[in-house]
């Protein structure tokens, strides 16, 4: 479900207690907010509360007296909590390869306003999409990869995020692994996109050795990155059923179309403040 451009988002979560539910609910009512759409979970084994709620103000709302009294209202519940202004568009840097796709249909989305952000930049290891994210008008970095001086290189790619205000770096099939101090400088917001028949397929051609396999799925899945290699929390996920009847460039075209379909899915929860990190894992409402 897309979100409506005149609605604030409010997200929480807390400890699994007695009230969280009507604590959030109770004070949107006495405040003359209109809850047009809300979604919970209470996470039984880690004995977490996350909530999700878009609402609409009233007349006269001031968002420093509502932050200020929500703070103190959720204190005895150990509540953690952020409100996202309506019309927000976080700035978004996309890192790529070669591959074009992912890249492509993103910019596409945010053309036509499917995806609310600003796409401030491209950086590549590669100069080949340059001409493409010139036509979108966006600033293109070519930072080329030295395999003996990886730090020097990705203190560019870091310098481009933090120059640009960036909130949100998506990896559109980007094929370097970053390093860990990188990792953790973006944990959170960082989100990768790769094929789903991994760990079973590593390496060169994933595809074919699929296809020699027999699969009979393919997919893709989308998840924020940290210091294990296409291990980090999932957000999303995708599959088709394939056959005997699919060739390796079959099995490769449909793969193209699952990860740009799964990766702006993901990021589309992300920018709506959909997902909430809990542990290694996650929960999106």
């Known amino acids: ?13 807390c400890p699994s207690v007695l009230g969280t539910v009507d604590a959030v609910t109770r004070y949107l009512f006495e405040q003359g907010c209109y809850v047009t759409e809300h979604h919970s979970f209470d996470d039984r084994l880690s004995g977490r509360f996350f909530i999700r709620v878009e609402f609409r103000q009233p007349d006269g709302f001031d968002e420093a007296s509502f932050r200020a009294g929500l703070a103190e209202r959720g204190e005895a519940f150990g509540m953690i909590f952020e409100l996202t202004a309506p ?4 700035k978004v840097v ?8 992912c890249l492509n249909d993103l910019l596409y989305r945010q053309r036509i306003n499917q995806l609310s952000m600003d796409v401030v930049a491209v950086v590549s290891n590669h100069p080949d999409l340059e001409p493409l994210a010139r036509w ?8 080329p990869l030295d395999p003996n001086d990886k730090p020097s290189q990705e203190a560019k790619v870091m310098k481009v995020i933090e120059d640009t205000g960036a909130e949100l770096v998506v990896l559109a099939r980007y094929m370097q692994v970053l390093s860990p ?9 960082a989100i990768n996109i790769h094929h789903s028949l991994l760990p079973g397929f590593k390496g ?14 393919v997919g893709a899945t989308a998840h924020y990155i940290n210091n294990d290699l296409d291990e980090g929390p999932i957000i999303a996920q995708g599959v088709e059923v394939v056959d005997h009847s699919h060739y390796p460039e079959d099995l490769i075209a449909k793969g193209r179309d699952i990860e740009g379909l799964t990766l702006a899915r993901a990021v589309g929860y992300h920018i ?3 997902v909430f990190l809990n542990a290694n894992r996650t929960v999106v409402l």
């Open 1 to 13: 479900m897309s979100r409506a451009p005149d609605t604030w988002i409010l997200t929480a979560d």
């Open 87 to 90: 019309n927000y568009r976080p």
């Open 94 to 101: 996309i890192m790529v390869s070669k591959a074009d796709h």
């Open 136 to 143: 979108h008008e966006i600033p293109y970095y070519h930072f």
């Open 181 to 189: 101090e990188l990792c953790r400088k973006l944990d959170g917001r």
């Open 204 to 217: 060169a051609k994933p595809y074919h050795q699929a296809y020699n396999k027999g699969v009979k799925l």
């Open 272 to 274: 709506e403040r959909r």
